[in-house]
């Protein structure tokens, strides 16, 4: 995967969906805080703070060769590490979760 310019922006909505979905941009992608929140062992009502005073960070890649057509989303606070692969679509179609600091 290559490294894109994309980054992550987090939003506390009020509605929770089953499935997880990430919404792509041209100036980056949104995960919903209440699905990010519980993968980084937070409550979602924290993440947007956390993130704005740089306490989780992230990284956004576009898939090239054979992962053309998939984006990788990367957070990590404190020791975790959180990696969501989405499809074009903004499907996220594989979670993993490690102890990992960055």
């Not at 984006?71 to 990992?100: E, H, P, S």
Request: hydrophobic share 40%.
């Amino acid at each position: 995967m290559q490294h894109s310019l994309g980054f992550a922006i987090i939003q506390a909505n009020q509605k929770r969906f089953c499935l997880m979905k990430v919404t792509l941009t041209e100036s980056g992608a949104t995960v919903d805080a209440h699905d990010l929140g519980p993968l980084l062992g937070l409550d979602p009502a924290d993440v947007p703070t956390k993130m704005r005073a740089g306490e989780i960070t992230s990284q956004s890649e576009e898939g090239v060769d054979d992962d053309a057509g998939r984006i990788r989303l990367t957070f990590w606070y404190a020791d975790q590490r959180v990696r969501l692969i989405c499809d074009t679509d903004g499907n996220v179609i594989k979670t993993t979760r490690i102890k990992a600091a960055r």
